[in-house]
């Protein structure tokens, strides 16, 4: 499992948009810390490994507000992305997949843009134009969203329990680049979320 960890680690990384390319923040430098949880296993997480995700307020497609608290009780799954990153856009079939195939499951779907306020438009033409599903909220630059959650490059997937803890910050995505088939081990612990 380590190993399949370290390869899907070096794919991510070679096929993401880094933060070079995205400037998602020009003028500061998104430090790394050690409050995120670094997991060698995906399988199991103890309750005191777990740290709390930053609160948010963010709106969705049609200005409807929502914050951290609002997705309490269900697990969630978020992705964070921007309407010019390549691989954030051929993640879209595959998340809308994902949804499709764990719509009973006690999870929120939540998809996170991280485009610039000038883009917002192109950010909702998108989402209508791909029929995208789920929660779709827009952070934009300006917000604190990408610093919070010290986002170096997108896009990224993270894991939040039913008390909103961050249980694993970078989540398989909902593709395989390899095969174009549903990552297998976001299967396997969305099931075990059930």
Known sequence: MKKEL???????????????EQKIEESTEIEKSDSFVKKDSLTTVTSKELVKAPDFS???????????ADFKGKY????????????????I????????????APIH?????LDK??????WKKMIRENQMSG????????????????????????????????????????????????NQQLVDILKMMK
């Not at 963010?58 to 951290?68: P, Q, S, T, V």
């Not at 079939?93 to 009973?104: A, T, V």
């Not at 610093?147 to 894991?159: C, E, G, N, R």
């Open 6 to 20: 370290i390869i899907l680690s070096m794919i991510f990384t070679l096929f993401s948009c880094n933060k070079s």
């Open 58 to 68: 963010l709106a969705d497609i049609n200005g409807k507000r929502f914050n951290l």
């Open 76 to 91: 969630v799954y978020i992705d964070i992305w921007a309407t010019w990153c390549g691989p954030c856009k051929v993640q």
């Open 93 to 104: 079939p595959f998340m809308k997949e994902l949804e499709k195939q764990f719509h009973d």
């Open 109 to 113: 779907f939540v998809s996170i843009s």
């Open 117 to 122: 306020e000038e883009d917002k438009p192109i």
């Open 135 to 182: 929660v779709q909220l827009f952070a934009g630059k300006e917000n604190n969203f990408g610093y919070d959650y010290q986002i170096q490059y997108i896009p990224t997937f993270l894991i939040l329990d039913k008390e909103g803890n961050i249980m694993i910050d970078r989540a398989p995505a909902p593709m395989d680049y390899q095969t174009g088939e549903i």
